[in-house]
């Protein structure tokens, strides 16, 4: 069921709780920069073992202090689903840059 | 002095002994496939300590299994530099991929 793609209501209205991630096309995009590539490098690590542990996984992109991430579901045809919800929501929960 | 931008010969030359790496315009680039999501992000922390011990950094997207990774010096006016072949050499004498 969380690999149903969603309607884009429902992505609005959740995305609206979730600070600075957008909505691109079927894809849902954040950038967070960080004080140092330590410290970017830290945070992936970190969501890496969550991803890991969802089997759902970003596509990201690190230059020097920065992450730019986006997610997507390709098993459900590269359409936005709960996963891709569920992910940003448990990112921003640990996400230390405020 | 390793900072200055090479000449493509110089270049070319390094590159005959770096497997997968090729000059995209001035950009050094690879893109490694691992056999899982843990081994692509170990390899990024394992490389991220060289990085950041030579202070020199790549640009990198991770999708999955896969890392794909690009080099260039912002500070020659994102030219390849000798650091840029550094890290490369030094991603090749890690890189457990085979």
Redesign the interface.
């Known amino acids: 069921m969380s690999d149903k793609a969603l309607e884009i209501e429902e992505i609005d209205r959740r995305l609206a709780g979730l600070k600075g991630w957008k909505r691109e096309g079927d894809v849902l995009v954040k950038t967070l920069e960080f004080g140092s590539?330590?410290e970017a490098?830290s945070f992936?690590?970190r969501i890496?073992f969550e991803?890991?542990a969802m089997n759902h996984?970003?596509?990201?992109?690190?230059?020097?202090d920065t992450v730019a991430i986006r997610l997507t579901t390709h098993h459900a045809g590269n359409k936005i689903t709960d996963k891709d919800l569920q992910l940003a929501e448990t990112i921003e929960r640990i996400n230390w840059v405020r």
Request: net charge negative.
């Open positions: 590539f330590r490098i992936m690590v890496a991803a890991e996984h970003p596509e990201w992109t690190n230059v020097y």
